[in-house]
């Protein structure tokens, strides 16, 4: 199993910019699959984006609509991180952010095609 580590979570006011972080201690980083997901109170965990490995030294990068165009997910295979800007964050975007890693997972991306998480981090906007 992964460890991972979250940071970067915090308070910032709407149209404002978080960058979050997913530091890894798997060695073989580079062959997961990296995703976040959200958890806002009283609601199921969602999935907010994911970037996989699709050959080469390419990766794509998938996100749910409700993101599209405002985050980006990306890695650092060097540093065995991954990453979520986030831009333009509503107050519907308050959650708590989690990081996920799997293996030989496809979208549509759902819980169960990740085998690790992290602890989570808290991510609030104000109005």
């Known amino acids: 199993q992964v460890q991972l580590v979250e940071s970067g979570g915090g308070l910032v006011q709407a149209g404002g910019s978080l960058r979050l972080s997913c530091a890894a201690s798997?060695?073989?980083?580079?062959?997961?699959?990296m995703a976040w997901f959200r958890q806002a109170p009283g609601k199921e965990r969602e999935f907010a984006a994911a970037?996989?490995?699709?050959?080469?030294?390419?990766?794509?990068?998938y996100y749910a609509d409700s993101v599209k165009g405002r985050f980006t997910i990306s890695r650092d295979n060097a540093k065995k991180t991954a990453y979520l800007q986030m831009n333009s964050l509503k107050p519907e975007d308050t959650a708590v952010y989690y990081c996920?890693?799997?293996?030989?997972?496809?979208?549509?991306?759902?819980?169960?095609?990740?085998?690790?998480w992290g602890q989570g981090t808290q991510v609030t906007v104000s109005s």
């Open positions: 996920a890693a799997g293996l030989n997972s496809s979208p549509p991306w759902g819980r169960a095609d990740f085998g690790s």
């Open positions: 798997e060695r073989s980083f580079s062959s997961y699959t």
């Open positions: 970037i996989k490995w699709s050959g080469g030294r390419t990766y794509t990068a």
